[in-house]
């Protein structure tokens, strides 16, 4: 093995840039680790933790770019070392062509944009909450893309925010809708009568992709944040977003997503929709709430299918499969083989992959979460920070899946799997192919005799969508693969695989 | 609160601050956006950062 380093000085590069032309060029066989970072402190922990650092390296001041290339010869390592140098400055030179202004201060942003009202932020989580406390100074609403930002910084953020009347969309929010617009990893949809509150990014998409297939559209979607509803930050945003939606003559309709929140929050917020005209339909993940001031919905599914029959004066019957025949049909096909066999779910999805964990925990018992539980079944979030260091967030680079299936398959953790659950999140952000991306794996897994369980995939996304969904799902029927939409469906029909007992009871509820 | 200044009832005007990326989706949708060539401050070093926020303040 053979390893370069390149220290490229003065030269800032945004993480999600590098992570992309890292991934890219480590996909070649001959190259085993493409390492891209600035020269920043936390960046030199982090590469001396994956056993990277080199002597040159430790040069790197934070405005300095890190190369670091592990190839199978020098030649190999220095070559696309260059290669990864040119992908940088073609990318720049592009920028520099379309001779746009490019202010370094927020002031003269604002020159440039006098009535500017929202600003977008996705830079280091450790820079994020100066910056966009900067931002609320200058009265503009903060759709903060950036993770990593301290809770004592949010609360105080959010604080500010209310106090200007301001929007504070965050940390870590990734989807947002304002006007029909969408920010950050947003799905094409519809513009429409519903307005949504999340905790939760995938969540949101998953939620409004649902309102588009049932012909129904969006309002405003405000991003507000994973931590909003705890405790501590108090539903300071949810309750300020509410009272905005309530307000808001384009909504008929609210929905509100978010992990269980706190019961000092609930209480807060039943007191303030009891009052409202606009009825609230919540969706809080394995969360039954004793009131009745929130129209309660177990999955994503459903909360969709609620707003959009409350928005046509209809009540919603939830059922557990929408195609009951279809459900029969594979059922028959596909038999016992998986009975009593693990379940193996690798999600990229959060909100997914916890959704899930709900559903099949019901029919299957323990599922564990992480690799490291060794329960027998095990969902697991790919996007969570302790996979995604020093790497692009599992939407945009799906790669890392692929990775950890064929880890599993090569421990032997695949003999004894039933079925593989999986989920597809499509939408301007993510990766423009990830159907493509997961059947070379699976079929690489299966021409090595590795891996023989049913493969199940839900596609989040819409026909406008860059990905093209139908292609994507044409692509993973080709492989085998059975494709839902819908998150809860997908679960129910891996439950019923696993554990054929919960089949007569769900096909009861679905007929 | 005074809903009809709120973001919700305006066209949206953005000022991008970080993901290139997010500046041309929103330019393809015809939003007026504004992409900033953000750096690091102080060239990264967060206590430089720190103390200089603090003489800002004082000041």
């Known amino acids: 093995m053979a390893r370069s380093t390149h220290i490229l000085k003065s030269s800032y590069f945004d993480s999600v840039v590098l992570m992309r032309v890292a991934s890219q060029l480590k996909k070649q066989d001959d190259i085993s680790e493409v390492a891209m970072f600035m020269g920043t402190e936390g960046n030199h922990d982090l590469l001396a933790q994956v056993g990277l650092t080199t002597v040159k390296s430790r040069e790197a001041g934070p405005q300095d770019l890190i190369v670091i290339v592990v190839a199978d010869s020098e030649e190999r390592a220095e070559s696309t070392t260059q290669d990864a140098l040119s992908m940088l400055t073609d990318r720049n030179a592009g920028q520099d062509n379309e001779l746009d202004y490019r202010p370094r201060t927020l002031d003269a942003a604002l020159g440039f944009l006098p009535d500017a009202n929202l600003a977008a932020l996705s830079i280091p989580g450790e820079f994020a909450a100066r910056e966009a406390s900067k931002c609320i100074d200058k009265g503009l609403n903060v759709f903060l893309f950036s993770d990593n930002v301290a809770l004592a910084d949010e609360i105080s953020l959010k604080n500010k925010a209310r106090r200007k009347n301001l929007l504070f969309m965050g940390p870590d929010c990734g989807t947002a809708y304002i006007n029909g617009v969408g920010l950050g990893f947003a799905n094409i949809i519809k513009s429409g009568r519903i307005g949504c509150i999340a905790a939760s990014g995938t969540g949101l998409q998953a939620v409004v992709c649902e309102l588009d297939r049932l012909g129904e559209g969006v309002s405003h979607a405000i991003g507000v944040g994973g931590r909003d509803l705890s405790s501590e930050v108090g539903g300071l945003m949810t309750t300020y977003s509410l009272e905005l939606l309530e307000q808001d003559p384009a909504t008929e309709v609210i929905i509100l997503l978010s992990k269980p929140p706190s019961a000092d929050v609930v209480e807060a917020l039943e007191a303030l929709c009891s009052e409202f005209s606009t009825p609230v339909v919540s969706c809080f993940q394995g969360a039954e709430l004793p009131g009745n001031t929130f129209i309660q919905t177990a999955t994503l599914d459903e909360a969709a299918a609620t707003a959009v029959c409350r928005v046509n004066g209809r009540e919603h019957v939830p059922v557990p499969f929408n195609l009951p025949d279809r459900i029969s049909d594979l059922l028959e096909e596909r038999g016992n083989k998986a009975a009593g066999k693990r379940v193996v779910g690798l999600f990229t999805g959060g909100t997914l992959a916890k959704e899930a964990q709900l559903l099949l925990s019901k029919e299957l018992g323990p599922v564990a979460k992480s690799f490291e539980e060794h329960a027998g079944h095990i969902v697991v979030d790919l996007g969570d920070d302790q996979y995604t260091i020093g790497r692009p967030h599992p939407m945009i680079s799906p790669e890392i899946r692929t990775e950890k299936l064929i880890e599993l398959a090569e421990t032997g953790d695949l003999a004894d799997c039933g079925v593989v659950l999986v989920d597809l999140v499509l939408g301007k952000g993510s990766h423009l192919d990830p159907a493509q991306e997961l059947v070379e794996s699976i079929e690489t897994l299966r021409k090595r005799r590795e891996l023989s369980a049913e493969i199940v995939a839900v596609v989040i996304g819409t026909p406008e969508d860059p990905q093209d969904i139908a292609a994507q799902i044409s692509v993973l029927d080709a492989a085998g693969i059975t494709v839902f939409r819908s998150n809860s469906e997908a679960a129910r029909y891996v439950a019923m695989l696993a554990a054929p007992a919960c089949r007569e009871n769900y096909m009861k509820e679905a007929s | ?59």
């Open chain 2, 1 to 59: 609160m005074k809903p009809d200044q709120s973001l919700l009832q305006q066209p949206i005007r953005v000022i991008n601050i970080g993901l290139e990326s997010f500046s041309e989706d929103l330019r393809k949708a015809e939003i007026p956006v504004i992409q900033m060539d953000w750096r690091p401050p102080a060239g990264g070093d967060l206590r430089l950062v720190a103390l200089l926020d603090s003489l800002a303040e004082e000041a």
